[in-house]
Nanobody, 115 residues
Framework: QVQLVESGGGLVQPGGSRRLSCAAS????????MGWYRQAPGKERDLVAT???????NYADSVKGRFTISRDNAKNTVYLQMNNVKPEDTAVYYC?????????WGQGTQVTVSS
């Protein structure tokens, strides 16, 4: 039984920073490709950042240079460090596998960028 629980969202001022966490149970983030996804109102859910089991990282053009995905294998947790956030980053952020299959989507964590 795999569970992925997102946390760390909230209200952030434009240009500010926030770190999101994805705590995993039932599987190990060290042996899975993991990803952060987001969905803004009226838009499709988009892939934001990925990290492979080997540590290779990829980012959507919209967040490249501002967001960093990482993992702590000892804590079985994946992080998304968000720097220099913009209003267009406002969305519900989800974590999941980044492979041929996905776990059921959780509730995600809301990030609102506003002054």
């Amino acid at each position: 039984q795999v569970q992925l629980v997102e946390s760390g969202g909230g209200l952030v001022q434009p240009g500010g920073s926030r770190r999101l966490s994805c705590a995993a149970s039932g599987t190990e983030v060290s042996v899975n490709a993991m990803g952060w996804y987001r969905q803004a109102p009226g838009k499709e859910r988009d892939l934001v950042a990925t990290i492979s089991r080997f540590g290779n990282r990829n980012y959507a053009d919209s967040v490249k240079g501002r967001f960093t995905i990482s993992r702590d294998n000892a804590k079985n947790t994946v992080y998304l460090q968000m720097n220099n956030v913009k209003p267009e980053d406002t969305a519900v952020y989800y974590c999941n596998l980044n492979s041929g299959y996905l776990m059921p989507w959780g509730q995600g964590t809301q990030v609102t960028v506003s002054s």
